[in-house]
């Protein structure tokens, strides 16, 4: 037998440079977005858990003061108090079954307080001609509101100018965005800044109250992370098949 025959064919790691600096800058940002994604259906899923608890739980008394108004997001709550309809507003662009309207929030002014509580009474649909808004009724009596806490979101783009001059002025009617924050400095009396979205089964003066829970598309995230995970490790399988070559054996 010819002793070639016995000879084994070598391997040699030979990467390239840009192959290497291509790797080590893809593979940690693969790896980043993943678990941005991952993290992201994290938070959702303890939105659902705590939208869980709200449907069983029995409803807290709405807090006065609160330093971390995140802890009290979606927690079922009651308060009771007067509307105060001059100062309510509509927030625009609200869809409900592929219909356009708006979202009634009114400010309730807490028993036994001088603050004031922001309410989304609930979706309404607008008019035909848009600049025309809807009539709705307010009630003037007292109302004892249940509902989920509700925190809006600070991250939103608008060159809307809804701040009054003075504070003796009317709120904007309609609002693109709930900014909670230019609603605190401009309303003429102190106000959480937590909201309540009004239960479905309330009838403290509610409207359409579809709420979509916030936690949707938590399997999309799922598999967005596993997919960018599945890049870093694709990339670090072609680096090393393209870095080792195949050296043969001298006769």
């Known amino acids: ?18 192959g290497t600096i291509l790797t080590i800058v893809c593979i940690p940002l693969f790896i980043k977005f993943g678990l941005w994604q ?12 705590a939208y869980n608890h709200a449907e069983v739980d029995a409803a ?14 979606y927690k079922k709550i009651k308060v009771t108090g007067v ?15 592929n219909r356009v309207g708006f979202n009634v929030i009114t400010p309730l002014k807490i028993n036994q307080s001088s603050q004031y509580v ?55 009617t309609v609002w693109q965005h709930m900014d909670m924050e230019l609603y605190r400095r401009t309303a003429p009396f102190a106000v959480s800044r937590m909201a309540i979205k009004l239960d479905k089964n ?31 490790l694709a990339t670090l399988l072609i680096y090393l098949y393209m870095s080792v070559i195949i050296v043969k054996p001298k006769d």
């Open 60 to 73: 807290l008394d709405f807090p006065l003061k609160v330093v971390d108004v995140e802890v009290w997001n």
């Open 83 to 97: 509307y105060a309809p001059k100062y309510q507003f509509l927030l625009d662009n609200q869809v409900e079954g």
């Open 38 to 49: 991952y993290n992201k259906a994290q938070q959702k899923l303890s939105i659902q858990a």
């Open 118 to 172: 922001l309410v989304n009474r609930g979706w309404i649909l607008g008019k035909d001609t848009h600049t025309e808004l809807p009539k709705f009724n307010t009630p003037t009596s007292q109302q004892t509101v249940t509902g989920q806490v509700w925190v809006p979101s600070k991250k939103f783009f608008t060159l809307e100018i809804k701040e009054p001059a003075n504070k003796n002025s009317s709120i904007a």
């Open 1 to 18: 037998m010819n002793k070639t025959q016995y000879k084994k064919y070598r391997f040699s790691f030979k990467p390239s440079l840009l």
């Open 202 to 232: 309330s009838d403290a003066g509610g409207f359409v109250r579809n709420w979509q829970v916030p936690a949707e598309r938590i399997a999309t995230h799922i598999g967005y992370a596993y997919q960018w995970f599945g890049f870093a």
